[in-house]
């Protein structure tokens, strides 16, 4: 008994017809009667009873049926499993990821991609963009997933999310004590993130653009270390809003009505040259853009 004899019963079965089974299964009509007869010798029965106004599935006609489908069922099962066997990711992938993105958007994306392909081992870094960047260009790391732009020329950036930025300023500060004017931001103390961090050129940049001058400068290596420092009240800061959302400290945004929001993006970082993008790579580039469609690319 062979599989195509079942296969063709099956459908002989669910549509009814000698005719359409064979023209859905492309064969010849002899061919599909050939099927079915020899079934029936094989299990010495009736299984359809069949004239030519009448097509009637007998009662063992049924039990060979639903048997047939389950037999099927498990061929093709068997089948699948195979192929994602050996289709299967397997080896190794080395993310690096800025802090802000390593700390509150990764875990997320190495759940889905862990759920989805059990067999790679999963290496994270987590640094500074500038040393993120650095590390994918030497080939020490497969992927980056960084904030910001990335100027390196044998490196591509694709972003996939958009960050807005905002000040947080202590609660007893002498900023929130009067009427905002845009003088009272001189000469304050700031906390810094480190230089090549994607958060500290947001800074900058924001320092440049209202021409705002820094009174003293504190640089702590860590976002949870930024947001502490503010809640102790040693300064204020620019930082991520999903950084200020997971750490508790929403109450600490303070709106400036008199400045533009500043945004930035993540990105994700890769090789220029295609072919040193492993599959790998490609699989988890692939899992962001699903969960993150975002079809802008960065300079």
């Not at 862990?114 to 790391?141: A, F, R």
């Not at 930035?264 to 993008?277: G, H, L, M, N, T």
Request: with cysteine.
């Amino acid at each position: 008994m062979e599989t195509e004899s079942l296969q063709t019963f099956t459908r002989v079965i669910e549509l009814e017809s000698f005719t359409k089974a064979s023209q859905e299964l492309n064969l010849s009509q002899p061919t599909v009667s050939f099927h079915i007869k020899s079934l029936e010798e094989h299990f010495q029965t009736t299984l359809i009873d069949r004239t030519p106004k009448r097509f009637q599935v007998t009662s063992t006609g049924e039990i060979v049926y639903q048997r047939a489908k389950q037999i099927l069922g498990l061929l093709e099962k068997a089948r699948t499993e195979v192929y994602d066997y050996h289709h299967q990711l397997r080896g190794k992938l080395r993310i690096g990821a800025s802090y802000t993105v390593g700390e509150y958007i990764l875990p997320s994306l190495l759940k889905a991609f862990d759920d989805l392909y059990p067999e790679v081992e999963l290496s994270v870094t987590i640094k500074n963009t500038e040393h993120i960047n650095q590390g994918v260009q030497l080939h020490d790391l497969d992927v980056g997933l960084v904030e910001g732009k990335v100027n390196q020329k044998d490196l591509d950036s694709y972003p996939f999310m958009e960050d807005e930025m905002v000040v947080v300023v202590p609660m007893d500060h002498p900023v929130r004590l009067k009427e905002t004017d845009f003088n009272q931001w001189q000469d304050h103390t700031w906390i810094c993130r480190e230089q090549g961090s994607g958060t500290r050129d947001v800074m900058e940049t924001f320092w440049d653009r209202y021409s705002i001058r820094p009174g003293k400068r504190i640089t702590i290596g860590s976002n949870h270390g930024v947001v502490e420092g503010v809640k102790q009240g040693v300064g204020m800061s620019i930082i991520s809003k999903t950084v200020a959302e997971h750490s508790g400290a929403d109450e600490l945004i303070y709106p400036l009505p008199f400045l533009s929001s500043t945004n930035r993006f993540f990105s994700y970082v890769i090789p220029a040259d295609e072919k040193e993008i492993s599959k790998n790579v490609s699989v988890f580039i692939e899992l962001i853009n699903s969960l993150y469609p975002f079809n802008e690319r960065l300079g």
